[in-house]
């Protein structure tokens, strides 16, 4: 994974509440076998007609929002399916830092999954950082979210902050407690053997 | 031991170590995997060269985009067919247990799970995809995951988890005549939002929840991840060991025993600690139908569409008018005066044996209305088999509904059971989300009955009527 540290480059604003993976990326290209190339279906409803055409009105069809690497939103931004093509979609695109109100459960997850950083910020703040004309940056260490006039301080738990900075492998993470899941494997088939899947 | 709730006591029965950031390394006993979101996790295994821990952990199935008519004739949609053939491949190569598509026992992953009895009471259940909180309906901790946790369970077994917030729902009253489980999760997602439940895993109780059936806790406990929540639990009793015992997967004989006196332990203390409650009171609860994109914006079949002046603040109302413009309602419209053009009675909310009689025991003597499309898609095979010997299916070809092969379909239309835009359709699945079933079309949550009864009407009605005549 690559690892998160600083960002600074253009803000899309999709300021609505719930934006669902649905939205984020529809399910008419989740039967996909690769992670890469969901870039350019990002949104895809609301930024293609029917036909396939771009819809010059949508955010992400103008500029500078064609390269955007950072997205505002409203509150429980990534709601609905567990689909990880949502973020792999975001990422595709460009998009490294999503800065929302509040996050989906499983879609806040997959974020750390693919080195991108879900900020949360209350909604004012946000509006602030819309109305920016330049750039944004986006300081993981320092826990900022900055324009050319204002600027604000995230929270983000420990542990995620240090698998964003050094794009940690979290599947080895975990096999370093390969002793620790064997030990509970064997107190687990003595205590309950009834979990066993045996009967096949 | 100082007092714990159910999920206190499986989060500390599949602690396998607490780390040094603080994070918990928990152990999944159940993984349930799928076409859709699990390519690329064997793909990475392969990359890095890891083994799966425990294939016979895992059970596979197609379910997300088979077809639901003719699939003996093979899949007509080429990318479908290439999903499905990378499961079959990967399971071969890894040697996971796999329900192949033409087998009886195929259907919804969180159909099948339960149905085989390899859901059990006070496991750990995961599977790439957010309806897997459905298998909470046997005091089971069961969650979505994403495409790498799937691969994490793979190679590991075990997932980093935070520690979530308790939160109890309690259901006051016993639930009317007419109304069910949907009814129930629709009137508390609405009450509460849809990030209502955000950071917490919610703890069905009450008499209701007790009076409910293995497939109303299930339609229940499903809904969660609609509300929010991490995960829904239902503590398990009688009703649960009934409907586990003797499945295929269930213990059997001394383990059996053993097992249910382990799963009698799993239920809250009496004196357990929530970190917040939410009381939902059922008396006078009436059929519920939703008018918007949220599986929040829900109402009573007597309601009506709401107004937009009345929000509580500019960005609500703004976000009402685009669902409104979305929907193609108007404000102050009778939810009864809603015409319909389509029907689908199915998916992991309700596509269960009882779901299918609920909404036959509408259909039965009736018609579907004219320029209404109906479909019935049974949740397993099991499922359509048994409906097939109650007669279900007749009742329903006779009044005009399609009889289909099981799988998600039109819950999500990755399968060519897809709306057209601008269709209107009484569904039972779980999310009303803009384009869901099919780019503009308009989804309206419901129960089977209320399916059922839309389908007959051609728009929607209260059902308690129709059971009246």
Known sequence: MQPFTTLTGTAAPLIRANVDTDLIIPKQFLTTLVRSGLGRHLFHELRYDPAGQELPDFLLNREPYRKATILLSGPNFGCGSSREHAPWALLDFGIRCVVAPSFADIFFNNCFSNGILPVSLPAESIAQLAAEEGPLTVDLSAQTVSGASCGFRFEIEPARKATLLEGMDEIKRSEANLADIEAYEARRRAEAPWLEVSQR | ?469
């Open chain 2, 1 to 469: 031991m100082s007092p714990r709730t159910l999920y206190d006591k499986i989060w500390d029965e599949h602690l396998v170590a607490t780390r040094a950031d603080g994070t918990s390394l928990i152990y999944i006993d159940r993984h349930l995997v799928h076409e859709v979101t699990s390519p690329q996790a064997f793909e990475g295994l392969v990359l890095a060269g890891r083994a799966l821990r425990r294939p016979g952990n895992i059970l596979s199935v197609a379910d997300h985009n088979v077809p639901t008519a003719d699939r003996e004739k093979g899949i007509a949609d080429e990318t479908c067919r290439l999903q499905i053939e990378a499961l079959e491949a990967n399971v071969e190569a890894h040697g996971v247990p796999y329900i192949p598509l033409l087998d009886d026992r195929q259907g919804i992953v969180h159909v099948v799970g339960p149905e085989q009895g390899f859901t059990l009471p006070g496991t750990t259940v995961v599977c790439g995809d957010s309806h897997t909180s459905t298998h909470g309906a046997f005091g089971a901790l069961a969650f979505g995951i994403g495409t790498s946790e799937v691969e994490h369970v793979m190679a590991t077994q075990t997932l980093p988890q935070r520690r979530s917030k308790n939160l109890r729902v309690r259901f006051e009253g016993a639930l009317p005549t007419s109304t069910g489980a949907k009814d129930m999760a629709l009137r508390l997602i609405g009450q509460i939002g849809t990030a209502g439940g955000t950071g917490c895993v919610m703890e069905y109780t009450g008499p209701a929840v007790r009076a409910l059936t293995m497939e109303g806790r299930m339609t229940l406990c499903n809904m969660s991840i609609e509300g929010g929540a991490r995960a829904g639990l239902v503590a398990p009793d009688d009703t649960t060991f009934a409907y586990v015992a003797g499945r295929p997967l269930a213990p059997k004989a001394a383990l059996w025993d053993a097992a249910v006196a382990h799963w009698r332990t799993l239920a809250s203390d009496p004196e357990a600690a929530f970190d917040r409650e939410v009381v939902v009171d059922l008396r006078g609860l009436a059929p519920q139908v939703t008018w918007g994109t949220s599986p929040q914006w829900v109402t009573d079949i007597t309601g009506r569409v709401p107004d937009p002046a009345q929000a509580r603040n500019a960005e609500e109302r703004e976000a009402i008018l685009r669902a409104l413009d979305y929907m193609g309602l108007e404000p102050g419209t009778p939810m009864e005066a809603i015409g319909i053009q389509a029907v689908f009675i199915g998916s992991c909310t309700n596509g269960r044996i009882e779901d299918l009689r609920e909404a036959a025991g509408i259909a039965r003597g009736r018609k579907v209305a004219q320029g209404v499309r109906a479909l019935v898609v049974p949740g397993s095979g099991l499922v359509k088999k048994q409906a097939e010997a109650e007669g279900l299916d007749r009742i329903f070809l006779e009044a005009g509904f399609e009889w289909r092969q099981p799988g998600c379909s039109m819950c999500l239309g990755m399968n060519e059971d897809r709306l057209e835009a601008g269709v209107r359709c009484a569904s039972t699945s779980n999310r009303n989300f803009e384009g869901r079933q099919g780019r503009g079309s308009r989804t309206h949550l419901v129960s089977p009955a209320m399916a059922a009864a839309a389908a007959v009407a051609g728009h929607f009605t209260d059902v308690r009527r129709l059971l009246e005549a």
